[in-house]
């Protein structure tokens, strides 16, 4: 079964190569290209050279950065990651680094070196909680903004603006990527509940399917025990139920592991139970089902499933009653007494179909108050 861990991991991108996260990142390395270009005009020059280098040396750094990130990311629970920010001994190597030779950049290469401001600002994003990092943005822009009056700089406003956007834009980024693992969370623990649930509800009704079934066979087959010796006809006829008793509860089982595809009357007997108590209508209900005779099972289900069903749907009432005999089945409310189907009805037509083909009859009728819907054999 795939975890919360595995969710998260799949949000962050582990689907992907792992290569792809951070060459989508270092596509942004382009704009380092200016202050590349700026070394390259004074290479005969001390400062062109380490300029370029240092440009160089912090490309390096930045990508680090994500390659840490990433790994972070795949290593931990990426909800508190994208939360929390990076741990320390994670984030601060390159954030130093990118410190120190941004520095060396603005040094050598002048106004073209500021670019590195900007990856230093984003990675700070990256890498740190929101409450830590914004003030940290908020400093470079204003240094970014105010730089531009020094000799030769320009104006730096541009600059300051792109700071502010590329750092809004990994905060969206890191927000995304968190609501997306909240949502991966949702869907994992809806899928295990819906697991649980319905393995819950499986062994309510099997309990139910076979509870009362195999009480009753051990019952007779400790009376057919004492028997033999006394009267041994009674206790042939007593193996005789036996051997029914034990046939319809395997027949039972059988649909029950199936996954329902046959009405079995102890699991509809089960499942009225659950939706009666859905609809905040009282059930009285058969405990045993063993006094129905086999062939006429199935059709006593449909009967328990018709009737019920009509009850829920049509008729306010607050008490449903479900009786069984070996000759019939009957469905009893105490609502409206509205008729619970039309005439018409292709569930009522269904059902005196199914009767028909086993010599059954289909009474269906207003009480005071409530309605009847009884299935009987002659």
């Known amino acids: 079964m795939t975890t919360v861990s595995d969710m998260e991991k799949r949000a962050g991108g582990q689907g992907q190569p792992r290569w792809a996260g951070p060459w989508l990142a270092g596509?942004?390395?382009f704009?380092?290209?200016?202050p590349l270009g700026e070394g390259w005009d004074h290479r005969h020059e001390l400062r062109g050279v380490v300029g370029m280098v240092a440009t160089v040396g912090f490309a390096f750094a930045y990508m680090w950065m994500w390659v840490r990130a990433r790994e972070q990311f795949r290593a931990q629970e990426g909800r508190l990651v994208m939360a929390r920010g990076f741990p320390?001994?994670?984030?601060?190597?390159s954030l130093v680094a990118q410190v120190l030779l941004g520095a060396v950049m603005m040094v050598c290469l002048g106004a073209s070196g500021s670019a590195s401001i900007t990856y230093f600002a984003v990675s700070c994003v990256m890498t740190m909680s929101f409450r830590v990092a914004s003030p940290i943005v908020v400093v470079l822009i204003a240094a970014t903004a105010a730089s531009g009056a020094l000799p030769g700089w320009g104006n730096q406003i541009g600059n300051a603006f792109g700071i502010l956007a590329a750092s809004l834009a990994v905060f969206g980024m890191r927000t995304v990527m968190a609501r997306n693992i909240d949502l991966f969370r949702a869907h994992q623990e809806n899928a295990q509940l819906a697991v649980e649930g319905e393995r819950?509800?499986?062994?309510?009704d099997l309990h139910d399917i076979?509870?009362?079934s195999l009480?009753?066979?051990?019952?007779?087959?400790e009376l057919a025990d004492r028997l033999f010796d006394v009267d041994p006809e009674r206790a042939r006829a007593e193996v005789r139920d036996l051997e029914r008793l034990s046939r319809d509860a395997l027949a039972d089982v059988r649909r029950a592991v199936e996954g329902y595809r046959d009405l079995t009357l102890p699991g509809e007997i089960a499942r009225a139970r659950t939706a009666l108590e859905a609809a905040e209508i009282r059930a009285?209900?058969?405990n045993s089902t063993d006094e129905v005779p086999t062939e006429l099972?199935?059709?006593f289900a449909w009967t328990v499933r018709e009737g019920v069903t009509n009850v829920i749907r049509h008729s306010g009432a607050r008490t449903c009653t479900v009786r069984l005999t070996p000759t019939g089945a009957e469905v009893l409310d105490d609502g409206c007494g509205a008729v619970v189907a039309p005439a018409g009805g292709n569930g009522l037509l269904g059902l005196r179909e199914r009767a028909a083909a086993v010599g059954a009859t289909v009474t269906a009728g207003p009480l005071d108050p409530g309605f009847t819907l009884k299935v009987a054999v002659a």
Not at 31 to 34: D, G, Q
Not at 200 to 204: G, I, K, P, S, V
Not at 215 to 221: E, F, L, S, W
């Open 88 to 93: 320390l001994s994670v984030a601060a190597p």
């Open 210 to 212: 076979l509870g009362h």
């Open 200 to 204: 819950n509800r499986f062994a309510r």
């Open 215 to 221: 009480t009753v066979i051990t019952v007779k087959a």
């Open 284 to 286: 009285d209900l058969p």
């Open 297 to 299: 099972r199935e059709l």
């Open 27 to 29: 596509i942004w390395l």
């Open 31 to 34: 704009f380092l290209l200016n």
